[in-house]
C-alpha cells in the first residue's frame, strides 16, 4: 500500500498510517454489527482489492484489461469445479484458479502485447465475452444460467460472514503487499518506464514483451483468487461473473482512486461501493453514475482521487 | 447439407457482413484519421435503430426519409461527442492517449445505453418489414425483398462513402489528414475540423446501419453490444485503418458467423471466431491484408 505515499511521507509515518489501517480494517466489522454491513463490508475489500491489482496492468504499464471480468470468472469457475468435482480444499482451488487465470493472460498478452496496445484491450475483452458464452452453453459441466452450487469455505461455520472477512482480508493483504514489494522493486521502475515511453525504456535494455506480459499476469493471477473467493463466498455461480459491467465497476474504481497508486483504488472502493449501495436497486443509474465519473475522471483529474487523499493526509500528520 | 442450406447461409453471412461493413468502415476511418478506437459506435448504431423505428411507426414516414433523419442525428451526435470529449484529450496528448479515449468512450457507452434503458424500457421492438413483405426467388433460395434490399442499401452506402473519400475535396482531405496531419496542415486543410468529420461520419455510418437493419434484428437498448465486438474483430482482421481489407474481413466475419451459428448455436460463434482471429494474428498480426493508411 505504499506507492505514492512514498514521495511525500517519511518511513516512520508511512508505517503508522499502514499499522492504523490495517487495525481499522480489522475492528471495522467487529464495530458494524449487523450481517449487511459486513457484507458490504466484503465487497468493498474484495473490490478494492481488485482496483488495486487491476491497477498493476492498468496504472503501471498502461495496458486497460477490458475483459477483467472474464479473468476472475476463470479463477472462479476453475476453483469451484476443482472443488466440486475433485473435493480439493478450496483454499488451494483458488491458487489453481489463479494459475488458470495467469495462464490464460500470459497467452493472450504473448499473442497481442507484441502489437499496438489496442489489441490488447478487444482481444481481453472478446476473450471474457467468448468465455461467458462458452460457460453459459457447457450446461453438463457448469449447469449455464441454471447457477452452479459451490461448497462453502471449509473450517469454520460457513454462516458466519465474519470469517469470510477475516479470510478475505488475509488474502488481500498478502495481494496488497506482493504487488507494492513488485511496483517498488526494479520491475516496477520497468513497468513505469514502458508506460512513460516504450522506445526509451527498450534503450535502456528493458525487454518491453516480457515486462508487459508480467504485469498482465501477475494481474490476472490476483483476479482469479479473488475470483475463486467471491465463488465460495456467494455460493452460485453464474456466466454473469464474467459481464462487462464487472470489469466497469473495477475500472471506474481503478480510474477514480488514481492509476499508479495500488491504495488509491483500495480507499477509493470504499467510498464508491458505499456510496452507490444506495443505488443499488437501480443497476441502470449506478451505471450511468459511474460513465459519467469515468469521463469527468479522465477529461478534468487525470490523477484520479489519490493526490487529494495525499493531501488530506499531509494535513492532518503535521 | 444440402447446397440450397449453404446458398442461404452464405446470403445471411453476406447480409450480417454488410452490416458490419458499414459499422466497421467508420470504425476503421477514425482510426486511420486519429488513431483511436470508439466503444460507443455500437450505440449510435443503437440510436439510428431507435430513432428509424419511432419515425415509421410514430409518424408513419417513408422508410427513406426515416433512414435519412437517422443518418442525420447520429452525424450530429458524433460530431458533438468528437468535439466535447476526444477533442479535449486529443489537445492535452501525452502518453496512454488512446487507452484513455478507449475509457471514456466506454463511459459514453455507458451512457447513452443506459439512458435507453430508462427512456425506453428493455423491450425488444421491431417492425416486420421496411419495404415490403414479397419474397424474391433468386438461383432456387429464397429471400425476402426486404433482405435483398438492405445488402443492396448497405453496399451503395459503401460505395457512396468511397467516392467521397476518393474523389471530393473533402474527402482527400480527410485521407491526407489521415496519411500526414502536419503535410495536411501546411496545405491549408483544417485538421480539426477533418477529426470531426470522420468522427461523424463515422457515427453516421453506425446510425445508417442501425436503420436498415431494423426489419431483421429488433431493437433494445443493449443491440450494439451484439454487433460492436465483431467489428473491432474485423478491423482487427482486415488490417487497422485500411477500407479493402476491412469489407473483406467483414464478409469473411459475416459467413464464419452464420455458419457457426447454424450449426453450433449462438454462443459457439463467439468462441470459433475468437479461435480464428487468434490464429490469423499469430500468423499475420497486421491483418489479412496488411497495414496501411487509407
Known amino acids: 500500500m505504499k506507492g505514492g505515499i512514498n514521495e511525500m511521507l517519511n518511513v516512520k509515518n508511512q508505517i503508522i498510517i499502514q499499522c492504523v489501517c490495517i487495525v481499522l480494517l480489522l475492528i471495522m466489522p467487529i464495530l458494524a454489527g449487523s450481517d449487511y454491513i459486513v457484507h458490504l463490508l466484503i465487497l468493498c475489500v474484495w473490490f478494492g482489492t481488485l482496483g488495486a491489482t487491476f491497477d498493476l496492468s492498468a496504472g503501471y504499464t498502461g495496458l486497460v484489461n477490458f475483459g477483467y471480468a472474464g479473468f476472475i470468472g476463470i479463477g472462479a469457475y476453475t476453483s469451484s469445479l476443482i472443488a466440486i468435482n475433485f473435493s480439493i480444499s478450496p483454499y488451494v482451488g483458488m491458487l489453481i484458479g489463479g494459475v488458470a487465470s495467469a495462464l490464460i493472460g500470459l497467452f493472450l498478452g504473448f499473442i497481442t502485447l507484441r502489437l499496438h496496445g489496442f489489441y490488447f484491450a478487444i482481444f481481453t475483452l472478446f476473450m471474457s465475452e467468448a468465455l461467458r458464452y462458452a460457460f453459459a452453453n457447457l450446461v453438463e459441466l457448469t449447469r449455464g444460467y441454471l447457477g452452479l452450487m459451490v461448497p462453502p469455505l471449509s473450517g469454520f461455520d460457513p454462516t458466519l460472514r465474519l470469517y469470510y472477512y477475516y479470510i478475505l482480508l488475509g488474502i488481500s493483504l498478502i495481494i496488497l503487499f506482493v504487488s507494492s514489494m513488485i511496483v517498488n522493486s526494479q520491475v516496477g521502475l520497468a513497468f513505469k518506464a514502458i508506460r512513460e515511453d516504450e522506445i526509451k525504456a527498450s534503450t535502456m535494455g528493458v525487454n518491453v514483451l516480457i515486462f508487459k506480459v508480467l504485469s498482465v499476469t501477475l494481474s490476472c493471477f490476483f483476479a482469479g483468487i479473488l475470483g475463486g473467493f467471491y465463488a465460495h463466498y456467494i455460493g452460485v455461480l453464474t456466466p454473469d461473473v464474467l459481464a462487462s459491467s464487472l470489469t466497469v465497476e473495477i475500472l471506474t474504481i481503478t480510474y477514480v482512486g488514481g492509476r499508479g497508486s495500488l491504495w488509491g483504488p483500495f480507499v477509493t472502493a470504499f467510498i464508491l461501493i458505499f456510496f452507490t449501495e444506495i443505488l443499488r436497486p437501480l443497476v441502470i443509474v449506478r451505471l450511468i453514475v459511474y460513465g459519467l465519473l469515468l469521463i469527468i475522471v479522465i477529461l478534468l483529474y487525470p490523477k484520479g482521487l489519490a493526490p487529494y487523499l495525499q493531501k488530506l493526509l499531509k494535513k492532518y500528520i503535521h | ?294
Open chain 2, 1 to 294: 447439407m444440402d447446397v440450397e442450406t449453404i446458398v442461404s447461409l452464405v446470403f445471411y453471412g453476406l447480409l450480417l457482413g454488410g452490416i458490419y461493413a458499414l459499422l466497421s468502415v467508420g470504425l476503421s476511418l477514425i482510426y486511420g484519421i486519429l488513431e483511436i478506437v470508439n466503444f460507443a459506435q455500437g450505440e449510435f448504431f443503437m440510436i439510428g435503430a431507435f430513432i428509424c423505428y419511432f419515425m415509421i411507426t410514430l409518424f408513419n414516414t417513408h422508410p427513406i426519409l426515416a433512414i435519412m433523419v437517422s443518418a442525420l442525428v447520429t452525424f450530429m451526435a458524433g460530431a458533438l461527442m468528437e468535439k466535447l470529449v476526444i477533442f479535449p484529450l486529443r489537445k492535452r496528448g501525452g502518453r496512454g492517449w488512446l487507452m484513455n479515449v478507449l475509457v471514456v468512450t466506454l463511459g459514453i457507452s455507458l451512457i447513452l445505453q443506459n439512458s435507453a434503458l430508462i427512456t425506453c424500457g428493455a423491450y425488444h421492438r421491431g417492425i416486420s418489414y421496411l419495404w415490403s413483405t414479397k419474397t424474391l426467388d433468386l438461383l432456387g433460395i429464397r429471400c425476402s425483398v426486404d433482405r435483398f434490399i438492405i445488402l443492396l442499401i448497405a453496399i451503395a452506402t459503401i460505395l457512396v462513402f468511397y467516392i467521397f473519400l476518393h474523389f471530393t475535396y473533402t474527402g482527400k482531405a480527410i485521407r491526407a489528414t489521415a496519411q500526414n496531419k502536419d503535410a495536411a496542415m501546411s496545405v491549408g486543410i483544417n485538421i480539426n475540423i477533418m477529426y470531426t468529420l470522420a468522427c461523424a461520419l463515422s457515427t453516421m455510418l453506425a446510425g445508417i446501419a442501425g436503420a436498415i437493419m431494423l426489419p431483421i434484428s429488433t431493437v433494445y437498448p443493449t443491440v450494439g453490444s451484439s454487433y460492436i465486438l465483431f467489428c473491432f474483430i474485423v478491423i482487427i482482421l482486415g488490417g487497422l485503418g485500411r477500407l479493402d481489407g476491412t469489407l473483406l474481413a467483414s464478409f469473411i466475419v459475416g459467413i464464419i458467423q452464420s455458419f457457426s451459428m447454424y450449426y453450433f448455436g449462438m454462443g459457439w460463434s463467439y468462441f470459433f471466431l475468437f479461435i480464428f482471429i487468434g490464429i490469423i494474428l499469430l500468423i499475420r498480426p497486421s491483418g489479412i491484408l496488411g497495414e496501411r493508411r487509407y
